[in-house]
């Protein structure tokens, strides 16, 4: 059987609920119901983030002789673990000389594993599997924002998305890639999904004298805080071109040119740090935060970099936590957690600094901070 949830909340009068309401229906009824919506219809973002460069000039795709075409991005993940249906949606300004339009080829692939250099193996922890194309958009108009949206199902155990985006006619900006849930119009029943949310049947109390049990009320909780803690929502995100090509510079082992990374010189004597990105989020009302941290980090050394990255987050009563940030050029993840205010205007500072040894450099892949409210 399958339930077509309400496109709206219901939300009773505070008279309705003041008082012990007489056996009876509602308002659990509604209560419940509510609850279907927020199961087809709550959308936080998974992914949002834009392309970083070293600046204008240099940012990824507007000068592909900079950074070569096609240009692949690798991005940690957290998806639901109901196996939802998603919008991937890119963002893109095409730019022609002459005006016109531009087509582009897209692409997305997922692993289950930690190393974005896999193969073909035969698991996706050992595999890119592809998700959608690549495939050609039809022809995007020159010198304005065009946005493309695909509904794509995406595995419960992916850990890293690739997008991989080609210009076919022309230089372009990749402005914004955003991944959110896509609605949910029809829930099957009476199974209980992965991440926890039993859906209402609305036929088990419209009868008269309909039996109203204590899981009932239960319910409305349960289900409610299930769907909130299993879609994750993306708090902060870094993200740049994938390349392990480098190169060499007065002595100093680099990435190549376009891309933001902290260089150290051949001649100096310490490890030199430096500030590669700041933000703030609101948090209405939440006294805590927990951070979950996936991200990719690698260097020129010839060897792993432990304590290669610092991320520090900082509440809106002054407490914080850092995370000290490896080198692997793996996925690698941690926790960060700090208290606020409280406040409907509360919120957390991010800050991220990465740091080189002597006449090496260090990039980010991806850091992409994820959050669930109450977890």
């Known amino acids: 059987m399958a339930i077509t949830p309400g496109t709206k909340l219901v939300i009773k009068k505070a008279q309705e609920i003041a008082v012990f309401p007489a056996m009876s229906a509602q308002p659990l009824q509604n209560a419940l119901a509510n609850t279907n919506h927020l199961y087809g219809y709550f959308r936080p973002l998974l992914l949002s983030w834009s392309p970083m460069g070293s600046s204008p000039a240099y940012n990824p795709g507007i000068t592909p002789t900079f ?5 692949v991005y ?9 196996g939802l249906h998603y919008d991937f949606m ?10 016109g339009t531009s087509r582009f080829t897209l692409q997305v692939e997922w692993t289950s594993g930690v190393d974005p250099t896999v193969g ?7 595999k890119w599997v592809n998700l959608y194309g690549p495939a050609m958009t039809s022809p995007l108009t020159d010198s304005v924002w065009n946005t493309r949206t695909i509904s794509l199902v995406l595995d419960r155990t992916a850990t ?8 076919v006619d022309g230089p372009y900006t990749l402005g914004h890639v955003a991944v959110q849930p896509s609605v949910i119009t029809s829930i099957t029943t009476p199974a209980t999904y992965a991440s926890g949310f039993l859906p209402f049947d609305p036929s088990f109390i419209s009868q008269a004298r309909a039996p109203i049990n204590t899981e009932m009320v239960d319910r409305c909780k349960t ?9 994750a929502q993306c708090l902060a995100s870094l993200v740049q071109p ?7 510079l007065g002595g100093v082992s680099y990435y190549p040119r376009g891309i933001m990374q902290v260089m150290n010189g051949s001649a100096a004597s310490a490890n030199f740090s430096q500030t590669i990105g700041m933000a703030a989020a609101g948090l209405p009302a939440q006294k805590t935060f927990t951070g979950h941290v996936r991200y990719l980090i690698n260097d020129t050394a010839p060897s792993v970099f432990v304590g290669a990255g610092t991320l520090t987050v900082t509440g809106d009563d002054g407490s914080v936590n850092q995370l000290s940030l490896d080198s692997t050029g793996q996925l690698e993840h941690g926790v960060v957690q700090v208290t606020t205010l409280g406040n409907p205007d509360s919120f957390v500072k991010v800050q991220v600094d990465l740091t080189a040894k002597p006449a090496y450099s260090t990039y980010l892949y991806a850091l992409i901070i994820f959050w669930t409210p109450g977890a």
Do not use: E
Not at 223 to 231: E, G, I, T
């Open 223 to 231: 289900n409610a805080l299930s769907v909130l803690r299993d879609r």
């Open 242 to 248: 994938y390349t392990t090509t480098t190169g060499s």
């Open 74 to 82: 690798v991005v940690p993940v957290l998806p639901s673990q109901d």
């Open 120 to 126: 073909t193996g035969s698991t996706p922890a050992t």
């Open 67 to 71: 950074i070569p075409d096609p240009v």
């Open 90 to 99: 890119w963002t893109l300004f095409p730019k022609i000389a002459g005006g």
């Open 160 to 167: 890293m998305l690739r997008f991989t985006v080609t210009a």
